[in-house]
């Protein structure tokens, strides 16, 4: 066998493994489980994954002087760079192990199957130093050039007679180098290429919901009646694709938009075990045949069904639905689409408790207070998550998880909370402005443990944490930190909040807390801090501000000891 027959053969044998790795990768199932990053069950599939193409890769080659001209290279470095060193080693080891142990003829088996055990572990360490840049195509085809070389001179050096080794060395070398070093790259560009258009997917499905929870609000808003319902539905049926959307409370259909309205009928009772299933359990349920939905009309059209529970104050008050047909199919990227609107749904219907807040201490307040929530701090947010959809989806998931729970505890009617949870407000604040601003916000949090029972005036802190990032760190080019401390010393909460922003003058320190509830924006949110810890806890327990141009500002306060009885009282 000459150089150039050999060259052509494995570029001919390198090309069914690219194939089979992207008609593999292109299915939803697998897909998702092996371009997902990290996870212990997507590393055990990648593992799997690159090291069944790497013994392939064995197989795939052609015997040359009792050895084998092989493809492993191609499969174990991607694994390396994709994977990091675990997928990369755990690749490595089985497509080398594979060559070492199994008997398959050749006097090189050993130095081959180490330079596929080494060039796997090498491009898994590398990924850790290249970070988003692992991908690269050229960073690919260097390291399994350099890693074939190394091959190379393993065989020389390890494998005998010498005379026999220099032959197939000589034979082999060029085919192997070229091959593998551009098998591995178009290996990276495929994984890239498939891992994108996950991103997109995922993107996609994310902007979806927020395209349809910026329409439904208005609706949401005066509670879960047929008039909402109908209306919310038909959002629904006209940005997704499905066959019917219907929307239900804990007894009734309340709407029902697509095919089948000839017999789901909006006003009947419900009829279908799997919907009372979810509105008792609370679970999600995927109905992937027609026997599943439980429908007994002869022609009924829907063939899959999709229940998701719909919640207020924790309580499951309604379900949405999305039926599937042999026209349009349900799969799982509108399961996950229809959990997300559940939950962005279930946070609207919250803000109708918003309009029958009860009287209690301090209720006014509050209702204010939330009020005068800037609404560019919501299309910021929304903006912010938007764009990490398309660069880092799981952490637009994280950030849209931090706003409802930030947009949840803002509607929260209690008088007093415990300082645990108030911290979990401050925290999902920070998140979302971090996430904005990127390193210009910076923040600390130091709070003693004796502290998290501590019961307090709900939404007294995060208006402060706002302040300081909205007014004083957020105006420096290079930005600043904000910190939280809070300790407890003579039987009170000590709470201060200090930014290193551009700070105030005296003179309009003092006027921010005298504002009182017809403040200008810029000053409500300190203002109303100030006057409820007034109102609850006396003159004594006002805010203390002290502030100087550019040199930021702190503000402090003390609350005394307050017990359960008192807190409802």
């Known amino acids: 066998m000459t150089i150039g027959v050999l060259l052509v053969s494995l570029v001919e044998r390198f090309g069914l493994i690219i194939a089979a790795a992207f008609l593999l990768l292109h299915f939803n199932p697998l897909r998702d489980m092996g371009l997902k990053h990290p996870g212990r069950a997507s590393r055990v599939f990648q593992i799997l994954l690159f090291g069944a193409f790497g013994i392939m890769g064995t197989y795939s080659g052609n015997m040359v002087f009792n050895s084998v001209a092989n493809l492993r290279a191609m499969s174990v470095v991607p694994a390396g760079l994709f994977g ?133 609000v208005g609706y949401l808003r005066t509670g879960l009646n047929p008039e909402a319902a109908k209306a919310t539905a038909s959002i629904i049926y006209d940005h997704v694709g499905a066959a019917a959307v219907a929307i239900t409370d804990t007894e009734n259909v309340l709407a029902h938009v697509g095919e089948g309205v000839d017999h789901h009928l909006p006003g009947r009772c419900i009829r279908t075990q799997s919907t009372r299933q979810v509105l008792e359990t609370g679970e999600p349920l995927f109905q992937r045949r027609a026997s599943d939905i439980g429908c007994d009309h002869p022609g009924c059209p829907f063939r899959a069904g999709i229940i998701v529970p719909l919640t207020k104050g924790g309580r499951i008050v309604g379900t949405l639905k999305l039926y599937g047909s042999r026209r349009v199919q349900l799969d799982e990227v509108r399961f996950e689409l229809a959990k997300g609107l559940a939950q962005l749904f279930s946070t609207q219907l919250e803000l109708e408790d918003i309009q029958i807040q009860s009287q209690l201490r301090a209720n006014a307040e509050i209702r204010h207070l939330q009020a005068q929530i800037n609404p560019h701090f919501l299309f910021n947010s929304l903006n912010t998550i938007a764009s990490f959809c398309r660069t880092s989806p799981e952490r637009a998931r994280d950030l849209l998880k931090d706003l409802a729970s930030f947009m949840r505890k803002n509607l929260d009617t209690r008088g007093f909370v415990r300082m ?55 105006r420096k080019e290079e930005g600043g930190l904000v910190r939280l401390r809070a300790w407890v010393a003579d039987d009170e909460l000590n709470v201060v909040v200090e930014d290193d922003g551009v700070g105030m003058s005296a003179e309009k320190a003092a006027r921010v807390l005298e504002g009182g509830l017809g403040s200008r924006r810029d000053s409500i949110g300190l203002s109303n801090c100030n006057m409820r810890l007034e109102q609850v806890f006396g003159a004594r327990h006002r805010l203390s501000l002290t502030s100087a141009p550019d040199r930021g500002t702190s503000v402090s306060f003390r609350i005394p000891r307050v017990t359960d009885a008192e807190a409802v009282a």
Not at 90 to 113: K, T, Y
Not at 144 to 167: K, N, Q, Y
Not at 434 to 457: H, K, N, S, T, Y
Request: hydrophobic share 45%.
């Open 84 to 216: 990091g060193p675990l997928v990369g080693i755990a690749a490595g080891l089985m497509a080398g192990g594979h060559r070492i142990l199994i008997d398959i003829g050749g006097f090189s088996a050993l130095p081959c199957g180490l330079a596929t055990i080494l060039e796997g572990t090498v491009a898994g360490f590398i990924s850790t130093r290249l970070g988003e840049r692992r991908l690269d195509w050229r960073y690919a085809a260097g390291v399994a050039f350099v890693g074939e070389c190394t091959h190379m001179l393993l065989v020389l050096a390890i494998s005998r007679p010498f005379t026999d080794a220099v032959e197939l060395v000589q034979l082999i070398a060029l085919p192997m180098i070229v091959v593998n070093s551009i098998g591995a790259a178009l290996f990276v560009q495929t994984i890239k290429l498939l891992s994108r258009y996950r991103e997109k997917s995922q993107s996609s499905t994310a902007h979806d919901i927020l395209s349809i929870a910026n329409l439904t």
């Open 420 to 474: 645990s949870e108030e911290l979990e407000q401050v925290r999902s604040y920070l998140s979302i402005e971090q996430a904005r601003f990127g390193e210009r916000v910076r923040a600390e949090i130091d709070v003693a443990p004796e502290c998290a029972d501590w019961l307090m005036p709900s939404l007294l802190i995060q208006p402060l944490v706002e302040n300081s990032i909205r007014h004083g760190i957020s």
